[in-house]
């Protein structure tokens, strides 16, 4: 059983004339980081709340952790930070943190003992006093991120986690996210920072205009099959003639020399060809788009498609 | 647990808006009033004199009257007076909870909306009871200490006002959760409160009006709607401890505040945010 599922998850609103998620069918495994693409406006943040009863679908259903979403009992395991979230601005954190977990059933003695260590996870607890009006964005998205723990969720879902987050912050809770991970929790992200879900996703999936159009393994998305960038000093130039004569197409993108070769073999063939030259080769890698290059390609694609 | 930790955080929001702290001070003060003003000496068992505000009160009237008149006074106040306070103290609550951003990570808490709804209704009444009661209560023991004279009808009063302002507030949560908005859902339910003695007097507008349709809407209304002006007669007999002949207006009004519970419950657990 995956944590979550969806199907045929359809959303119209305005009476139908605005369509928002349209025949969703997704499947979320168990302890990974998931990532929800796309453009806005294209039903993140309407999938997201669907899952979590603040909005009801037109058409189809979904389980989490094996309950229906129209049962709130579906919620006992979740936690969640909304986008744009508002907290009572007259509570303090430490306050936050005890009337959340209260109302996710969170008793007051664990509140007691779980409240100051993710205040001090969430670099809040010189600040668990203060009223939280005071607190910049950022020191609230913290907050918020504690909120969604408050619980000690299976499932997490966090819509832009890391807004308004400066850089340090930013890396603090990904590796908060890491290590929730790392503990078994399913993460489920909604965010437009692509560098930041390359670093920490499993998997991603990409909506536009309401469908999902592609999902899968990060790695796969960004690895190019064959394709290495190799590292050569001095006149690289050189290598133009000498892969031509090996049959390998060479190209140069962004300061960086790629080669296209058939398989293992093609390439190791090549590597000898160069040594036998005299050549010095400083690195053969991989090479692999970013996770941004092939998001654009792929709504570019649909977007050629569509026209 | 859960409901109870939306009724305290609505206690916090009266607290952190200084309502809570404005019903308490002026309660505070009745009952500071009623402990100085008042002065009353008993020699031997009977009084020999009575003052209020350092008036001296004529030997002709009872003692007995004097507080079942103090008494009424203060209910009808209360009834009144304390009821606009109340509506007006309490109408941002619903809607401050809808807010975007907030009612979200409410919702995704394990709890139904119908849960989510109570919690906070109970939370507005709970305060206001909670000032009622302390008034009611506290002025009813100066008067009773100071006089003899322990009239348990006055306890009522409290029960009283504080039914009439569950029944309000049950149509104040219906608006607020249709339309969204604290100032016009307070008018509104300000037009119904003093739509009754309206309504009561509904034979004389018939009497003006042609079309036998006026007489079926007015009285469809007048039976639909909360009777603010009969509750508050019930209210002063309870505590004039008089024979009340009629609880049609009690239980109607209950009624109504119950349908518009219900519906907005109903309507809340339908609401896409």
Same mark, same amino acid.
């Given at each position: 059983m995956n944590p979550i599922e969806t199907n045929d998850l359809t959303k119209y609103y305005s009476g139908g004339k605005v369509q928002a998620l349209e025949g969703v069918n997704l499947q979320v495994g168990g302890a990974q980081i998931f990532s929800l693409l796309g453009p806005n406006g294209?039903? /993140?943040? !309407?999938?997201?709340?669907?899952?979590? @009863?603040?909005?009801? %679908?037109?058409?189809?259903s979904a389980r989490i952790l094996g309950k229906e979403i129209s049962s709130h009992w579906s919620h006992s395991r979740v936690g969640y930070l909304a986008e744009n979230h508002r907290f009572p601005d007259f509570l303090n954190a430490w306050q936050v943190l005890y009337y959340y977990g209260?109302?996710?059933?969170?008793?007051?003695?664990?509140? /007691?003992?779980?409240? %100051?260590?993710?205040? *001090?996870?969430?670099?809040?607890?010189?600040? &668990? /006093? &203060?009223?939280i009006k005071k607190f910049s964005k950022g020191m609230l998205q913290r907050l918020g991120i504690a909120q969604a723990?408050?619980?000690? %969720?299976?499932?997490?879902?966090?819509? &832009?986690?890391?807004?308004?987050?400066?850089?340090?912050?930013?890396?603090?809770?990904? *590796?908060?996210?890491?290590?929730?991970?790392?503990? @078994?929790?399913?993460?489920?992200?909604?965010? =437009?920072?692509?560098?930041?879900?390359?670093?920490v996703s499993d998997e991603v999936a990409i909506l536009k205009n309401g469908r999902l159009i592609q999902k899968g393994r990060v790695e796969e998305f960004i690895a190019v099959k064959d394709t290495y960038e190799i590292k050569i000093p001095g006149a690289a130039e050189d290598l133009f003639p000498f892969c031509q004569q090996l049959n390998i197409e060479l190209h140069q993108k962004n300061g960086k020399y790629?080669?296209?070769?058939?398989?293992?073999?093609?390439?190791n063939h090549f590597i000898d060809r160069l040594r036998e030259k005299d050549m010095i080769i400083?690195?053969?890698? %991989? =090479?692999?788009? !970013?996770? &941004? *290059?092939f998001f654009i390609e792929v709504i570019e694609e649909k977007e050629g498609n569509s026209n | 647990m859960k409901l109870l930790a939306i009724i305290q955080l609505t206690f916090r929001e009266s607290w952190a808006k200084k309502t809570f702290v404005a019903f308490f001070g002026l309660s505070t003060l009745v009952c500071l009033l009623f402990i100085f003003a008042l002065n009353l000496d008993i020699v031997d068992g009977l009084k020999s004199s009575v003052s209020l505000f350092g008036k001296e009160i004529p030997e002709l009237v009872e003692i007995r009257e004097l507080v079942l008149g103090i008494e009424s006074a203060l209910a009808v106040f209360l009834f009144t007076g304390g009821l606009f306070m109340s509506l007006f103290a309490t109408s941002g609550l619903i809607t401050s909870f809808l807010r975007s951003g907030n009612i979200e990570l409410i919702i995704s808490k394990p709890l139904s909306r119908f849960q989510i709804l109570l919690g906070r209704y109970l939370g507005a009444v709970s305060i206001v009871a909670f000032n009622v009661f302390y008034l009611v209560l506290f002025s009813w023991l100066i008067l009773s200490i100071k006089t003899g004279i322990w009239n348990w009808g006055f306890l009522l009063s409290g029960i009283m006002i504080v039914l009439t302002f569950a029944i309000l507030y049950a149509l104040m949560t219906f608006l607020s959760v249709v339309i969204n908005s604290a100032a016009f859902s307070l008018m509104i339910t300000y037009a119904i409160l003093f739509f009754s003695p309206l309504l009561l007097q509904r034979d004389r507008i018939y009497a003006?009006?042609?079309g036998k349709? +006026?007489?079926?809407?007015?009285?469809?209304? +007048? +039976?639909?709607?909360?009777? #603010? #002006?009969?509750?508050?007669?019930?209210?002063r007999l309870l505590v004039q401890g008089s024979a009340v002949t009629s609880w049609m207006a009690l239980w109607s009004s209950i009624l109504f505040g119950i349908f518009m519970f219900g519906v907005s419950s109903y309507i809340f657990s339908r609401k896409n945010f």
């Open positions: 294209a039903g /993140k943040t !309407t999938l997201m709340k669907i899952l979590l @009863g603040v909005c009801f %679908p037109t058409r189809g209260k109302m996710s059933g969170v008793d007051s003695v664990t509140l /007691k003992e779980r409240i %100051p260590r993710l205040l *001090d996870q969430v670099k809040l607890e010189n600040w &668990e /006093k &203060e009223r723990l408050i619980n000690d %969720p299976d499932i997490l879902f966090l819509d &832009e986690p890391t807004d308004g987050i400066d850089p340090i912050g930013r890396r603090e809770v990904r *590796d908060l996210l890491l290590t929730l991970k790392n503990q @078994g929790k399913t993460i489920f992200l909604n965010s =437009h920072l692509l560098s930041e879900v390359e670093r790629l080669i296209e070769v058939d398989d293992a073999q093609h390439l400083q690195a053969i890698i %991989p =090479h692999k788009i !970013t996770l &941004e *290059d | 003006l009006l042609s349709i +006026y007489g079926v809407l007015l009285d469809g209304l +007048y +039976y639909f709607l909360p009777k #603010t #002006t009969e509750l508050a007669d019930i209210t």
